[in-house]
């Protein structure tokens, strides 16, 4: 086997190497407001859930290739709170464009031409396009490292859950019916399609 010594390593090569080994990941589209207002969307697949009690979600969106904190972070930081919206196939050119390196002042929701729907707690909008979306509460901003890639994870407390009616199935998500979308390596996306998906009951306890 090769072994890689990341000491040494610049991040840029690193992170080309674990986004193909942690696979697949999971999009958060996350809608947020800056202080002033202003909205904002981005996705980010450093993203999974936390415990149950309280329910709670962590992503971690990492510096710039500058080291510039994200605009994310920044309204998170000020504001204390955000939307995880899911992220389905027909949306992911949209979510892909949102991406982009746009102006602190300028709002995505116009940029890509999502729709906004008024959440029902928190002040940032969610995204009608998305079966799925969660109002989340910050509970607190981990920093990990200093300067370009370095972490910001951000661990939120689940507040509400939207799920659009036609994709749940006894009560409870669809989640093949979604078509959701996740990320691998390089320009590399993977769809939570029917024929992926396999079954294995748990094992039971003695």
Do not use: W
């Not at 909205?39 to 149950?52: E, V």
């Not at 969106?61 to 504001?79: F, L, M, S, W, Y």
Request: net charge negative; charged share 25%; with cysteine.
């Amino acid at each position: 086997m090769t072994e890689f010594s990341v000491k040494g390593m610049p991040p840029r090569e690193i992170y080309q190497i674990l986004t193909r080994l942690v696979v697949p990941r999971p999009i958060a589209f996350v809608s947020s407001l800056s202080k002033d207002g202003v909205g904002n969307l981005a996705p980010f697949s450093f993203f999974t859930m936390g415990g149950l009690n309280p329910p709670s979600l962590a992503f971690c969106p990492v510096n710039t290739r500058e080291g510039r904190v994200k605009d994310t972070v920044q309204n998170i930081e000020a504001t204390g709170e955000y939307v995880v919206n899911l992220v389905t196939r027909q949306m992911a050119e949209a979510v892909n464009e949102s991406s982009r390196a746009f102006d602190p002042g300028i709002d995505e929701f116009d940029q890509i031409n999502c729709t906004r729907v008024q959440s029902s707690i928190v002040k940032p909008p969610r995204v009608a396009e998305s079966p799925a979306a969660m109002e989340c509460r910050l509970f607190e901003i981990f920093r990990h490292g200093e300067g370009p890639l370095a972490s910001n994870y951000i661990v939120g407390e689940v507040l509400a859950i939207h799920i659009d009616e036609t994709f749940l199935e006894g009560g409870l998500p669809d989640t093949a019916a979604m078509d959701l979308v996740g990320r691998l390596g390089g320009d590399d996306y993977v769809r939570l399609s029917p024929d992926a998906l396999f079954q294995l009951a748990r094992p039971k306890e003695d």
